[in-house]
């Protein structure tokens, strides 16, 4: 059961059809643990935030140099957030996202119970 459970929610970091079949599997009755419950939470919050950063990237990506180098920096704090949850689930640890972890478990509470 252990490693099933840490499988899950690594599952729920790759990508944005990870987290998809991490949520359909999460569905199922033996699944539904806090730990699985709360991973599943941080990765969709992460994924919220890539596709917000997306969305900022197209827009400022046209300014020359700055747009450049502050799309960088995004995406280098979202392949970190990425890389510090599946650490955390490899290692059947809780560890929130520095910053947003509290965020994502309190606005997405109602999604994932």
């Known amino acids: ?36 419950k709360f991973h599943v939470r941080q990765s969709l919050g992460i994924h919220i935030i890539s596709i917000a950063v997306w969305i900022v990237c197209a827009v400022i990506g046209y300014i020359p140099l700055l747009g450049g180098m502050v799309c960088n920096i995004l995406w280098i704090a979202v392949c970190a957030m990425l890389i510090w949850g599946i650490i955390g689930a490899v290692n059947s640890k809780k560890n929130k996202i520095p910053f947003l972890g509290d965020m994502f478990q309190e606005y997405l509470k109602n999604i994932i119970n």
């Open 1 to 36: 059961m252990e490693n099933n459970k840490n499988n899950l929610s690594i599952i729920s970091y790759l990508l944005f059809v990870g987290w998809i079949i991490a949520f359909a599997m999460y569905a199922n009755k033996s699944n539904k643990t806090e730990f699985n």
